[in-house]
């Protein structure tokens, strides 16, 4: 049987190599190689799925040892491989760089000639061509009976080619092109997303604010500033919501489960600097990012990505204690950001000689583990009235002052604020994944759904011949064509590659008892 | 609440039609002893009409389901695996429109069965929606992703019913004896689905304690008698028997239950082969298959492929990047299922070019439609159950 890939075209891949430059061509030109590809990507993808990569695993352990101790032994070789990083290896990315090669080297060789020759083709095609189709059949026939096959291919939408007694019919051939669009569609989207390597094509920050806070954003080059206006933390709630009550058996298993992570922010814009120094800032926008709902700006995207889960306080305030007489002095506030040095409460002074945003005791010492204002302790020195002064430390469930003192430092409120952690990305890529996606997407659909079918017919000699050629499904041609050719009374055609049972299995077929 | 306790009836309902219609095909095709006069494309006409009420009884489920909890019931593996069986019921119907062939009704259908009773042993407990899942995405994606799935699982079908034809039972051949393997795997499910019943129903689980590896304590419940424990486990209710003690990396939860399963598939096969069909399952099998010339089970697998891959395509891959860059912000992370999915449409792609380019029709080609439903079938178990990574839901 004839090999009706490309229509018997010339393809530059087939033809002896002459240069180093015909080599590489025929080497990416071939089917075999892709396909090679194909499973060795198949086969090295799998491999990345056995453990966890790099990139997924707790960061409190180093990585040889987390994969040592979480998966034993196997995991310690998995390492040892560079398994844990697969997928940004150089062989990795060497196979998709050379798929890529191959799907533009491939369309170029095949596409072009196949082109050219569904283009110009004849209708009348030699006895051999015709012998050479998958179906195929001969007998007797007349040229009424042709003009009236040509009638009913028409009506099945076939579009109908005549040269004399010879004829063509022809349909769905632009799903021959599919293959082809969807190669060049993957090839974009490859190209766009091996652009996304140069940084200049994407900026990606995480942005920690504090509630009521307002940050340049890195992303924008300081152009823009953002405020957190509100951090929201729903809970599913079945007891109070009964919405949510359906869910209570749940609940009470998995314990609290999130309903909502959501930052409530207003954007601005710089305008300016002021004479201090600090920007000028004019608002644009006011609107929410909230998890499957990032807040848009220009080109900017702002994700809600975390929160922290320990919300940071703002300020304390406190209450002062005469134990000696009763009386009370105060309250007073101690911003935690700017705190003061003293406070004057009605002639007693309160000086703040430290401050331990994130209170520890290390070595025998107070000291803070972290700027960050997650559990503030205060070294107040009282000086009363007279004169004389005294030491508390105070923090939370923390006070250690002595027992003689005449003052207490008591605790008067809090206030509090969550940081939530907004990922601002934007991606010049984007629109050429898209295009690329699309491309791909349409070039599937049609080289799967329309498949290219062609009805060749001649006279030769005294008889007729009857041919037929589909790309995919040779039995839906059959059932779509058989029945007009019995209608005309036209040869029928036989599929000449069908495949047949082993012999020795017909024994146990049961066909012949119905 | 009512509205869930009428969706579970209706799965049912779905369930038993699909069964019967299971019954009919196979009527149809081999027509029973004693009637051999029996109208066999009526019955086939019957049994089609049953897939498609049950595959509207099914819909009721789902979308009774939906009323019930609020969101697009495809957000566990209770119901995501019901759905994926639902869509491979549409597939079928699909397929069998084009086709109009009972023999893949016979084939088709019970896979369809295994699995949604498969489904049915996970919790149906109505679990509220964690906000990285509460999307129109949601939606858009698993269904458009399932459905392409059950349509290229037709191909498995009808890769089985050419290999079963074409496989000579009489000698010693790979192909024979992969073929006995599937059907010992399938087996191996309906073992999981009868074992796990069985045990569910006498209560013969148990709770251990043991230390992790991060050095806290865990506990495992049990829902099968307990085989093995991580070392330096301490019964707290049940019994332990014979339990063997693995290094702490292995989850012997899971392993417990895979061995179990083993057992149960090893149980049913036996008694299969050597007791009530006292031949190979293949070759029990084998007449059943041949009703179907090859030409047309080799273009059903192509057909239901060329079908199926797009919808998978638009669905599993690139709707999915859409949700994974509005939800995680980047719309390919490496994540196993995401791996999978790619791995699933690559396998096919390879079927695809190896058929057109390099003439792999017939056996080589079945063995792929094999090879893609066991990738679809792993992605959906496996990564979900052992590779835990963002979208596990278990
Ligand atoms: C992930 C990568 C690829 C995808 C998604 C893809 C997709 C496709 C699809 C859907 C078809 C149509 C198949 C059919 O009609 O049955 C096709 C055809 C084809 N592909 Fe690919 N392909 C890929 C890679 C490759 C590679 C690496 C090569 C070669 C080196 C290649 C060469 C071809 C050829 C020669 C055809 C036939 C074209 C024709 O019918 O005229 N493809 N491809």
């Known amino acids: ?514 | 609440m009512e509205w869930i306790e009428w969706s579970s009836r209706m799965l049912f309902i779905a369930f038993f039609l699909y069964a019967i219609s299971t019954v009919l095909f196979t009527i149809a095709v081999s027509g029973m002893r004693k009637d051999r006069n029996v109208n066999r494309v009526a019955y086939g006409k019957y049994a089609f009409i049953l897939a498609i009420i049950g595959f509207v009884a099914q819909m009721t489920y789902f979308f009774m389901r939906w009323a019930g909890v609020g969101y697009a019931p495809v957000s566990n593996l209770y119901e995501y695996t019901t759905f994926f069986g639902m869509m491979m019921v549409l597939g079928f119907l699909v397929v069998y429109g084009i086709y109009k062939n009972d023999v893949l009704g016979l084939f088709a259908m019970p896979v369809a069965l295994l699995v949604i009773a498969f489904a049915s042993m996970f919790s149906s407990e109505v679990a509220p929606l964690i906000p990285a899942l509460n999307s129109v995405w949601l939606k858009i994606h698993v269904t458009t992703a399932a459905l392409g799935q059950g349509i290229l699982a037709i191909s498995f079908a009808s890769g089985l019913i050419f290999l079963l034809n074409e496989t000579s039972m009489k000698e010693q051949s790979k192909s024979r004896t992969w073929l006995e393997v599937t059907m010992f795997v399938l087996m191996c499910t309906l073992g999981f689905i009868i074992v796990s019943m069985l045990f569910k129903g006498i209560g013969a689980g148990g709770v251990v304690e043991f230390t992790n590896d991060r050095g806290q304590a865990e506990t495992y419940e049990y829902f099968m008698p307990i085989l093995f424990v991580p070392e330096g486990a301490q019964l707290l209710s049940g019994a332990s028997g014979l339990s063997l003690e693995l290094p702490n990396w292995i989850n012997t939860l899971k392993l417990n239950t895979l061995i179990w399963s083993v057992i149960g598939g090893i149980v049913i096969y036996v008694l299969l082969r050597f007791v009530i069909l006292r031949k190979r399952v293949a070759e029990a099998l084998q007449p059943l298959a041949k009703k179907v010339d090859l030409d047309l089970a080799d273009e059903i697998s192509y057909r239901s492929i060329a079908i199926g891959l797009p919808v998978f395509i638009l669905g599993g891959l690139i709707f999915a990047m859409i949700w994974a860059q509005i939800a995680w912000n980047r719309f390919w992370g490496w994540d196993p299922k995401e791996v999978w999915a790619l791995i699933t449409m690559l396998t096919y792609i390879y079927y695809l070019h190896m058929r057109i380019q390099r003439g792999w029709t017939g056996t080589k080609a079945a063995w792929l439609c094999v090879g893609g439903f066991g990738i679809i079938m792993f992605n959906l178990v496996f990564v979900n159950l052992v590779i835990a990574g963002l979208h596990s839901y278990a």
């Open chain 1, 1 to 514: 049987m004839l090999d009706m890939k490309y229509e018997g075209a010339d393809l530059r891949s087939k033809r002896r190599p002459k240069s180093v430059i015909d080599r590489v061509w025929n080497f990416f030109a071939s089917v075999k190689v892709g396909l090679w590809l194909i499973a060795l990507i198949i086969v090295g993808s799998a491999i990345g799925t056995i453990f966890p990569q790099e990139m997924y695993i707790p960061q409190q352990l180093p990585p040889e040892q987390y994969y040592l101790e979480e998966y034993g032994t196997p995991g310690s070789i998995y390492y040892a491989l560079g398994f844990h990083n697969l997928y940004t290896s150089w062989w990795y990315i060497g196979l998709i760089v050379m798929l890529t090669l191959s799907l533009i080297v491939v369309s170029i060789d095949r596409g072009v000639p196949l082109y050219k020759a569904l283009k110009n083709q004849p209708v009348r095609r030699t006895e051999r061509f015709m012998k050479g189709q998958r179906l195929f059949g001969q007998g007797e026939g007349t040229e009424a009976q042709i003009d009236e096959m040509e009638a009913s291919l028409k009506k099945k939408r076939y579009n109908v080619k005549r040269d004399g007694d010879a004829l063509l019919a022809e349909k769905h051939r632009f799903g021959r092109w599919g293959p082809y669009v969807n190669h060049v569609g993957l090839v974009i989207f490859f190209l766009g997303a091996m652009l996304r390597v140069f940084p200049a094509f994407h900026t990606d920050t995480l942005e920690w604010v504090r509630e009521g806070d307002t940050v340049s954003l890195e992303a924008t080059d300081g152009e823009y500033y953002l405020r957190n206006d509100q951090f929201i933390l729903e809970m599913y709630d079945p007891e109070n919501n009964e919405e949510d009550a359906k869910f209570a058996a749940a609940i009470e298993k998995a314990g609290a489960v999130p309903k909502n992570y959501e930052t409530e922010l207003t954007l601005f814009k710089k305008t300016g600097t002021n004479e201090d120094g600090s920007p000028q800032l004019e608002q644009v926008d006011v609107g929410s990012t909230k998890v499957n709902h990032p807040f848009k700006f220009e080109k900017y995207e702002v994700y809600q990505e975390q929160y922290s889960s320990r919300p940071e306080f703002l300020s304390m305030s406190f209450m002062l204690a005469d134990k000696q007489t009763g009386d009370e002095y105060g309250p007073f506030k101690v911003d935690l950001e700017n705190p003061e040095k003293s406070y004057d409460l009605n002639g007693v002074t309160v000086t703040l000689k430290d401050l331990y945003p994130d209170f520890e005791v290390k070595d025998g010492q107070p000291n803070t583990k972290s700027p960050r204002a997650l559990n503030p302790a205060f070294f107040f020195n009282v000086e009363s009235p007279e004169g004389e002064t005294e030491s508390n430390l105070i923090g939370i469930r923390l006070n250690v002052a002595d027992e003689e003192n005449r003052y207490e430092v008591q605790f008067a409120g809090t206030e509090m604020a969550s940081t939530s952690g907004l990922r601002v990305k934007s991606d010049s890529t984007y629109p050429i994944l898209i295009v690329g996606a699309t491309i791909f997407m349409i070039g599937i659909v049609m080289g799967m759904y329309w498949p290219h079918r062609r009805v060749w017919i001649r006279r030769h000699e005294d008889e007729v011949l009857v041919a037929g050629f589909t790309n995919k499904n040779p039995s839906s041609l059959r059932r779509e064509v058989s029945p007009l050719l019995e209608q005309t009374g036209l040869p029928m055609w036989e599929d000449q590659a069908r495949f047949t049972s082993k012999p020795e299995n017909e024994s146990t077929d049961e066909r012949g008892e119905s």
